[in-house]
């Protein structure tokens, strides 16, 4: 079974710094890649996604992860954070051959002050 | 507007009591999730169906049930059983074609 390791629970910046998420995820196939993000009050909605091809993914708001499948990781970066930015954010991946069962990591909580 | 509609958003039930929390889509999607959110935890999958009339146990399905018998609908009951109910519940349905969920506003029940 595929699971997720999201290696920071809880990440303070302040505006303008860089971003980095750590996602690592173990399964020996092929995966498909996300990541989440849920802000205060809101529901979860994508981020970006990885499915084949350049492993170099760009999302909204000027997110963007790399998929390094020597690693295993795929993880989230921006380089510029902003106040806006504070929300929580989830890895997932789903393997093929797994009927598109998504398992998520427990997140990241990212604070950016002002 | 498309999307994942969950209801109630607030609930409130005392110890004992059943109860079931409503999820419809309209996006046509086959499959659907329930989830359980817990600070520090992430999502945790409690039961999930690919098509109507058919659903699997997720990860933490005990003191859970579910039913799909229309493609629209997936109602999640929380039973006296579930030792811990407490909990935000994210319901979620999935393209086909990407593989990507889309996700409820999420329904916060409180057992006291």
């Known amino acids: 079974a595929q699971s997720v390791s999201q290696h920071n629970h809880h990440v303070i910046l302040s505006e303008a710094a860089s971003l980095e998420l750590g996602c690592n995820y173990s399964y020996g196939g092929t995966v498909n890649l996300f990541w989440y993000v849920q802000y205060p009050g809101q529901h979860l909605q994508l981020l970006l996604k990885?499915?084949?091809?350049?492993?170099l993914v760009k999302g909204i708001k000027g997110f963007e992860a790399e998929f390094i499948k020597s690693k295993f990781s795929f993880n989230l970066r921006k380089p510029s954070v902003q106040w806006s930015d504070t929300a929580e954010y989830f890895c997932?991946?789903?393997?093929?051959?797994?009927?598109?069962?998504?398992?998520f990591g427990k997140g990241t909580l990212l604070t950016v002050n002002p | 507007d498309g999307g994942i509609t969950q209801s109630p958003k607030y609930l409130f039930r005392k110890e004992g009591q059943n109860v079931t929390l409503s999820c419809e889509q309209n996006?046509?999607?086959?499959?659907m999730y329930w989830y359980r959110q817990d600070p520090g935890q992430g999502l945790r999958l409690i039961y999930y169906s690919q098509i109507v009339n058919d659903f699997q146990k997720g990860d933490i399905a005990e003191g859970y049930s579910v039913s799909r018998e229309k493609k629209e609908s997936f109602p999640l009951t929380v039973t006296s059983a579930q030792k811990n109910p407490t909990a935000f519940y994210l319901c979620a349905s999935q393209s086909g074609r990407t593989g990507e969920l889309f996700f409820g506003e999420g329904s916060r029940l409180t057992v006291l």
């Open positions: 997932a991946v789903n393997a093929w051959g797994s009927n598109y069962k998504l398992t």
């Open positions: 990885y499915f084949s091809g350049d492993p």
């Open positions: 996006l046509n999607h086959d499959a």
